[in-house]
């Protein structure tokens, strides 16, 4: 089986005087959605707060594992399945999610100005469709094969 890729536009978001973070809009169920991505995440998570808009009646579990990353060492998660997560013509359905407070995101990113966030792509997405990102072409790839 022949394998696809879609390509999405990346933006720049300023971060201090000299870096900067990357944005994707992806969906989620349907509705737009904007992802931080991060090739420092082990796993693709989702803001507790935010995503709560995109997910009617899901049922959420505490993680018994604590999440680390994202400026702290632990931090308690809670799970859930989403039903569609979409970036371009990738859908990944079902996906197990981890849903965390992002807050610590939120504020740093208010103060610059910048848009808030839904998610962030992780390096477990990323690695499982060979994500590339052109910095050049202001592109980001995923490859996956076809349904």
Known sequence: MKQRSTSLPIQLLPIEQDGFHILII?????????????????????????????????????????STGLGTS????????IDKISFGRLKIRNYPSVVINLSNVHSSYEAL?????????????????QCR???????????????
Do not use: C
């Open 26 to 66: 992806g969906r989620i169920n349907g509705k737009k959605a904007n992802f931080l991505v991060d090739t420092g995440a082990s796993r693709t998570v989702f803001d507790e707060h935010g995503v709560m808009s995109y997910l009617k009646g899901a049922n959420f579990e505490d993680n018994e594992k604590l």
């Open 74 to 81: 632990e931090m308690p998660s809670r799970v859930t399945v």
């Open 113 to 129: 100005g910048l848009p808030r966030i839904v998610g962030v792509l992780g390096g477990d997405l990323m690695h499982q469709h």
């Open 133 to 147: 990102i052109d910095y050049g072409r202001m592109r980001i790839t995923f490859f996956f094969k076809p349904d």
